[in-house]
């Protein structure tokens, strides 16, 4: 995030990512014009949640760490602007898969 004292905390099983943006330019130098885009479905975890509770009452932590990089659902997830970046918040279960790079 560009602004170190506004701060987004996510509540229970909720992740804040920061979307990875779709190349401009592909490898043979076609320009993707910004209509032919898809949603990205990847991203940056920026923040997690503490992790919601079981019937007990006691946290069940998630899976996801602030750094990963996901894959998650394509149409998913609430879209919010925090100053002038673009975030999606999403719950762990729309999650697919941490991508190791």
């Known amino acids: 995030m560009a602004d170190s004292s506004f701060k987004l905390e996510p509540l229970g099983d909720r992740i804040v990512i920061q979307p990875l943006q779709q190349e401009q330019v592909l490898a043979s130098g ?4 910004e209509t032919a885009k898809e949603k990205p479905q990847q991203g940056e975890v920026i923040a997690v ?3 919601k509770r079981d019937e007990s009452g006691d946290r069940i932590p998630l899976d996801i760490v602030v750094g990963d990089r996901i894959l998650y659902k394509k149409y998913t997830g609430q879209e919010v602007k925090v100053e002038r970046d673009d975030l999606i918040v999403l719950e762990e279960r729309e999650v697919l898969a941490k991508v190791i790079v």
């Open 30 to 33: 076609i320009v993707i014009p």
């Open 49 to 51: 949640g503490p992790g």
